[in-house]
């Protein structure tokens, strides 16, 4: 009898150290998962800011473009009234070419609406290299876009 209870003694021993071992297994486990949830929430986090920051770049860029579209549209509307008006200076000047009647008047009218139209064509070019610029960066935005989809697909894949 006494060697049979050595003998579960010994047993039970080595149960609790087995079952000491496996509960340090568990706790390790259960830290280390804690840690990995963390990790994985600041990573989420991380991705959301950088994806509201794109959304934020995305709208002041769209709203560049508009604002760029409308000036170009207004540079036209100018440009195209004075157009108009260099014709009509140019329909004036020579009217008063065959008159040979205030003739500098004319050809300083013609000047003035050449150099308006000068002025509009110019500020026009700037306005459609600003336009092509902004096409340019929500191009890039998209394409950044695109590669948030992809991260998010692999992360998606590796879990």
């Known amino acids: 009898l006494k060697e049979e209870s050595a003998i579960l003694r010994s047993k039970i021993n080595k149960l609790q150290i087995l079952s000491e071992t496996q509960a340090d297994k568990i706790r390790k486990l259960e830290k280390k998962l804690e ?14 800011a950088m994806v509201q920051h794109v959304e934020q770049n995305l709208q002041l860029m ?12 207004k540079l036209r ?8 008006q260099l014709r009509n200076s140019k329909l004036e000047n020579e009217a008063l ?19 308006h139209l000068l002025q509009v064509t110019t500020s026009s070019r700037a306005s459609i290299r ?5 096409a340019e960066s929500l191009q ?9 989809d992809r991260i998010s697909e692999v992360s998606e894949d590796g879990q």
């Open 35 to 48: 840690e990995n949830k963390i990790k994985e929430e600041k990573e989420a986090q991380d991705l959301e």
């Open 140 to 148: 890039l935005v998209a394409d950044l876009l695109k590669s948030i």
């Open 97 to 115: 070419r065959a008159g040979q009647a205030g003739l500098a008047a004319a050809k300083q009218n013609a000047e003035v609406a050449l150099q």
């Open 77 to 84: 509307q100018e440009n195209a009234l004075l157009q108009a």
């Open 62 to 73: 769209t709203k560049r473009a508009v604002k760029a579209e409308n000036s170009t549209a």
């Open 130 to 134: 600003q336009l092509l610029s902004g």
